[in-house]
């Protein structure tokens, strides 16, 4: 019923950039996604919070500040991380997390969902 799909990760040298999208698709309900997010974990390494925006307010992890722009359209229900000045400590697969909202009224629900991820990697 659920679906976020990620994509445009890669192959980019150090010092290049990528724009990763990801979409949200419910079917069988109403629903709005509150709040986007990406998150990251490459090898060996906890899985952390890359980006997260909500209606217009963006947070970043201090690894990426300056570096990586998180954006959205509710409308289309996609956000996009723009990441550049990339260097092979971004190495990892960038996973889609979203706050969505589903039904309505007093059995409306919020969940938490995740899309499969999608493979950046920065060679040096």
């Known amino acids: 019923q659920v679906q976020l799909v990620e994509s445009g990760g890669g192959l980019v040298e150090t010092g290049g950039s990528l724009r990763l999208s990801c979409t949200a698709s419910?079917?069988?309900?109403?629903?709005?996604?509150?709040?986007m997010r990406w998150y990251r974990q490459g090898v060996g390494r906890q899985r952390e919070l890359v980006a997260e925006?909500?209606?217009?307010?963006?947070k970043y992890a201090d690894s990426v500040k300056g570096r990586f722009t998180i954006s959205r359209d509710i409308a289309k229900n996609t956000a996009w991380l723009q990441m550049n000045s990339l260097s092979p400590e971004d190495t990892a697969v960038y996973y889609c997390n979203a706050d969505i909202t589903t039904g309505w009224g007093r059995t409306a629900a919020v969940d938490d969902y995740w899309g499969q991820g999608t493979q950046v990697t920065v060679s040096s």
């Open positions: 925006i909500s209606s217009g307010a963006q």
């Open positions: 419910v079917s069988g309900t109403v629903f709005h996604v509150n709040v």
